[in-house]
């Protein structure tokens, strides 16, 4: 069973950072896609970034040039890092994975932007 677990998630201030870990139980080069996606209160479940195995990055409009994907695979972790943080990056941040029609979760991690 493939597993996924998030971490580092936390309490900021607007204009601050965060650096979002994604700790998979296997080989991370196995996988097709590695994304991030995040939900905030009262909203859908939206896609935040994208990372293929050929290497290829993709943000949604709202993140670009504040947030960037990233994998380790020695470690077979992903990696968001999140700079320039808004009020509106509140949301529970979700890791997930893809082998062709296999769909992987992690369990969330909170990010709270806040004065």
């Known amino acids: 069973q493939v597993q996924l677990v998030e971490s580092g998630g936390g309490l900021v201030q607007p204009g601050g950072s965060l650096k979002l870990s994604c700790k998979v139980s296997?080989?991370?080069?196995?996988?097709?896609?590695m994304r991030w996606y995040r939900q905030g209160p009262g909203k859908e479940r939206e896609l935040v970034a994208s990372?293929?195995?050929?290497?290829?990055?993709e943000y949604a409009e709202f993140v670009k040039g504040r947030f960037t994907i990233s994998k380790d695979g020695a470690k077979n972790t992903v990696y968001l890092q999140m700079n320039n943080l808004k009020p509106e990056d509140t949301a529970n941040y979700y890791c997930?994975?893809?082998?062709?029609?296999?769909?992987?979760w992690g369990q969330g991690t909170q990010v709270t932007v806040s004065s």
């Open positions: 296997e080989n991370i080069f196995n996988f097709n896609t």
């Open positions: 990372l293929t195995v050929g290497e290829r990055s």
């Open positions: 997930f994975a893809n082998i062709l029609s296999r769909h992987f």
